[in-house]
């Protein structure tokens, strides 16, 4: 049965306080109607079965949303986005709708998975095939969960969280990135529908990497994880987050919000590869990435590893940030973004210095191709406190291509005298001598630009975990296919 | 007559009562300014201007132009706009950068400004070779305002910008430098200002034009210097056009008083194979701006715009640039830098644009910020925004303070503390200063900079 008006009509009907205890809602209604109100709010929250607190929350935010103009200082201009022309939330699809095999599968997809030398099985699962794995917005099945319970790390959606560890949640969500924190990042705290939920206790170094794939797989459905990882005093998670999504021709809002906390001597590395549908050659469709990461390092001596590889959608627009808070911890930031056709990217990172002989590192290196255009955009900041902080920044960036932008917009802003900031930051074209050389060799155009790129990346891939570098190697090369010759 | 038109448009285009836009008492007088108040066209530029900076009000920390520098922070302005009667006041010595003084000038001409207005009298045009015109902008608009209508406002033509619209109801004064095809000057022109001989305070918007014709040379040595007690305000606009192969050194040392305010913007223009560059030394003011905007117009045409500024008490010094690369194998070259006590706070603003047919450009872009107290503040920006691949483009910005290892150094050898530590400040701000060309001047910025440093034990 298909969630119908009337549904909504009865939530009214109950008046404001009926949400404390819950209403019965169509629990086989798949998608939430089209557009954004404080019913839609209210339905996913009850759809999630959750606590008052948190629809409180949620409300709060939506009402605080309603109060923000969408933000235009951003390098990448886009028409606005209809809110109302979207499905806020959609439950796992039916597996009978799913494609039944691979045969099934577009063709052009399954070029892709394979270059990317995904095995069978997980291009099944990539592709929707009924598997025994749950998609969308509903988190993807958290396989190894006895495994990491006996070491004491909770890993599970994060809608399992807000019903299992309420005061873990409430402790920490929204503490790094608050609802009123951005356009996009409130409208996420309105209607975030799953993402992940992860704990490390104290003194545990987690006994495995953290994996989720995430992706879009209903048409006309905004996504809008929350993720929130909490490193407790001297632990320890390698956390890896990768994208994609099949082909599709409206642009998709992908509005994530990710909170890292760490205590004392804690330490997370969280990896990114997004390969999102990036739009056709002429710019249509694709995925708007908008996304809120940030991480706090509450305790002394924590450290926070942001890497990112982004070679899709259609436009990419995060920042994701370290607030240094604790004496000696510290913040880093690899980042390859790859632009190509009509793509855009303005990402980059934000080193917020407080704490004493707090360091931070940032290398990004960027590709433009095609004719697309990215801007690196980053903030260090130095605080009056922030006696003996560091940072070194490296922002390289690559054309190919006579048509394409690359734009490098770093901002310093330093108020202590004992620390110190570098920066340095270039632009080039891909070397002739470099391709000639590799020409010369019988190496085809576009192999030998996907070799230069690489070397170009090498120190940001060197960051990845073994299971990314891999794939993302093979990324580099596919993001560019067809910008030279 | 031209008087009476200002009101008319008023009250539909003003946002803000006026009452509490700063300047409207400024904006109030502009259309019975004496200057120009014949010409039609420049009755035209000077509505225009009121009308926009109406709109716009004073620029705000919102705009991502004006991030760092917060002019309302600086509280009521009110300036009464100097006439020619302010600038009538009587000047013992006239202040120069060179420490042979009044007699022996190692210029080749002195253009003096008190409170914004000529001074005939402390001027001296004898050592201009043929070809040279340097005439304050009263004069140039009686006598060839045929000129003045072919360049004035054709540069500077942002209507986003507040300041300039300020600049373009309000101008009160000014100079025109002209230096004639294929003229190659000897010895700098001295332009000098002399502000805070006030009883009240007083509001200047000088607009300057600098003509160099084809294959002509000149250097340039720009002074702005307080020496009274009164509080200040000066918004320039400069604009500056290159001919072809022309070349133009300018050298600006603004040591203003702690009580001025300083906003100055130059835009220029270099065409093919013409070379600007400039060198900017800021030293005092309560705020001061230096806006730099270059369009490198021609194949082969560059640009080098340096500075160092030294700042100490509540001082706030601000250096915005944007170069735009519009032709291929255009080459510009930037490097600040600065050493900041107390207080103080110093913006850095740089911009490099290469447009789509720019190709082979080579853009460097320095900023580096020496911090010496924990109260002092550096804010950096060096953007750049790249549309043709073929380009070597790089910049680099750092800050940091005194370095400890080679303090130590110094200090095992028996250097005193504070001598060593100026030591190290000198030689950090070497880098900018060796790129200042001309000798003489060079040997004046480098006594301006030893004259700043902190007084020594050991020191001569």
């Keep these: 049965m298909k969630v119908s008006a009337d549904t909504f009509g009865q939530d009214n009907d109950l008046g404001d306080d009926a949400y404390k205890y819950g209403f019965v809602s169509d629990v086989e209604s798949e998608l939430a109607p089209k557009g954004l109100s404080e019913d839609t709010v209210r339905f996913i929250s009850a759809k999630k079965n959750e606590p008052a607190w948190m629809l409180d929350w949620r409300l709060t935010a939506y009402d605080h949303w309603l109060t923000m103009d969408e933000p235009d200082w951003q390098k990448p201009k886009f028409p606005p986005i209809d809110y109302q022309d979207a499905h806020y939330y959609s439950a796992p699809k039916s597996m009978k709708d799913g494609p039944k095999s691979l045969d099934e599968v577009d063709p052009e997809l399954l070029a892709v998975y394979e270059k990317l030398g995904i095995p069978l099985k997980e291009q099944e699962m990539l592709a929707g095939v009924a598997v025994d794995a749950v998609f969308d917005s509903v988190s993807v099945a958290t396989t190894f969960r006895a495994k990491l319970m006996e070491a004491g790390v909770i890993f599970c959606p994060i809608s399992e969280a807000i019903q299992d560890y309420p005061d873990l949640v409430r402790k920490y969500l929204g503490t790094v990135v608050p609802y009123t924190d951005n356009r996009h990042a409130t409208l996420n705290s309105a209607v975030f529908t799953d993402g992940s939920f992860v704990y490390i206790p104290k003194g545990v170094r987690c006994p495995m990497e953290l994996s989720t794939y995430f992706r879009i797989n209903e048409a006309n459905t905004g996504q809008f994880e929350r993720t929130l990882i909490i490193a407790d005093d001297d632990s320890y998670v390698s956390y890896l987050e990768g994208c994609t999504a099949p082909q599709r021709d409206e642009n998709q809002l992908h509005a994530a919000v990710v909170e890292l906390v760490l205590h004392d001597n804690a330490e997370i590395k ?216 | 007559m031209a008087m009476p038109r200002l009101p008319e448009k008023q009250p539909e285009m003003s946002v803000t009562p006026e009452n509490t836009l700063p300047f409207a008492g400024n904006l109030a007088t502009a259309g019975k300014d004496p200057l120009g108040l014949e010409l039609d066209w420049l009755q035209d530029i000077r509505q225009s201007g009121v009308v926009r900076y109406r709109d ?191 070349r133009l050194r300018v050298y600006n040392v603004q040591d203003e008083s702690h009580q001025a305010i300083n906003i100055t ?23 001061s701006r230096f806006e730099t905007y270059v369009a490198l117009n021609g194949t082969g045409a560059m640009c080098k715009l340096d500075g160092a500024y030294l700042m100490r008490g509540q001082g706030h010094c601000d250096n915005t640039l944007r170069i735009d690369h519009l032709k291929p194998d255009t080459t510009s070259s930037v ?118 440093l902190p007084v020594a034990r050991g020191q001569i």
């Design chain 2, 56 to 246: 716009l009000g004073l620029p705000a920390i919102n705009l991502e132009d004006w991030k760092y520098t917060n002019l309302l922070a600086l509280g009521d302005m009110d300036y009464l706009t100097a006439t020619p009667d302010h600038g009538d006041v009587p000047v013992d010595v006239v202040p120069s950068i060179f420490p042979t003084g009044n007699n022996d000038l190692p210029s080749g001409a002195r253009l003096v400004f008190v409170n914004g207005m000529a001074r005939a009298d402390l001027s001296t045009m004898k050592d201009l070779p043929a070809g040279v015109t340097l005439e304050p902008l009263a004069q140039v608009i009686d006598q060839n305002p045929g000129l003045l209508k072919v360049h004035l406002g054709q540069l500077a033509i942002d209507t986003d910008r507040a300041m300039l619209a300020l600049n373009n109801a309000a101008m009160n004064s000014g100079y025109v430098l002209h230096v004639a095809k294929g003229v190659v000057m000897e010895n700098p022109i001295e332009i000098i200002h002399i502000g805070g001989i006030a009883q009240q305070p007083l509001a200047c918007f000088p607009r300057n034009l600098v003509i160099m014709e084809e294959n002509s040379q000149a250097d340039m040595i720009v002074h702005h210097v307080g020496v009274g007690g009164a509080s200040y305000f000066v918004n320039t606009v400069n604009e500056i056009s290159l001919g072809q192969a022309a």
């Design chain 1, 270 to 485: 969280y990896s990114t590869v997004q390969n999102w549908y990036p739009g056709d050659k002429n710019g249509v469709g694709g995925i708007y990435n908008f996304v809120t990461k940030r991480a706090v390092c509450r305790g002394k001596n924590s450290k926070v590893s942001w890497t990112q590889v982004e070679t899709g959608s259609a436009i990419t627009w995060k920042y994701p940030s370290c607030v240094l808070l604790g004496e000696g911890s510290v913040g880093e930031f690899y980042s390859i973004a790859i632009t190509n056709n009509m793509q855009m990217a303005d990402t980059g990172t934000k080193m917020i210095h407080i704490g004493k002989n707090t360091t931070s590192k940032i290398i990004s290196k960027g590709i433009a191709a095609g004719r697309s255009d990215q801007t690196y955009r980053g903030l260090v900041r130095m605080s009056p406190k922030a006696t003996g902080a560091r940072n070194y920044t490296q922002c390289d960036s690559l054309l190919i291509g006579d048509i394409c932008g690359a734009h490098t917009i770093p901002y310093i802003e330093c108020k202590n005298k004992s620390a110190v900031v570098e920066h340095e930051a270039t632009t080039s074209k891909i070397s002739e001598e470099q391709l000639f050389y590799l020409r010369q060799r019988g190496i085809p155009e576009e192999t030998a630009v996907a070799l230069i790129v690489n070397g170009f990346c090498r120190d940001v891939l060197q960051q990845l975990p073994m299971e990314f570098a891999v794939e993302a190697q093979k990324l580099v090369g596919i993001s560019l296919e067809g910008s030279v010759g």
């Design chain 2, 335 to 452: 490097m600040f830098k600065g050493v900041l006590d107390d207080r103080s706070r110093a913006v850095f603003q740089g911009k490099i644009v290469v447009h789509r047919d720019a190709q082979r450009s080579d853009g460097q872009m320095h900023n580096k910020t020496m911090l010496l107290s924990d109260k002092a503040e550096i804010d950096t920006k060096p953007e750049l925004e790249i549309y043709a691949d073929d380009v070597k483009c790089a910049h680099g910005a750092a800050s940091g303070h005194v370095d400890e290892t080679a303090l130590f150094y110094m200090r095992s050898r028996g250097i005193p503390d504070d001598l060593a530590r100026n030591l190290l400040i000198q030689s950090f701000l070497a880098e900018v200063l060796e790129r200042v060309n001309v000798d003489t001047i060079g040997a004046a910025m480098n006594d301006k900079v030893t004259h700043w």
């Design chain 2, 265 to 287: 913007a130059n835009w220029a223009n270099v065409t093919r194979d013409a070379s600007y560059s400039s060198f900017n030394l800021s030293l005092g003011a309560r705020l």
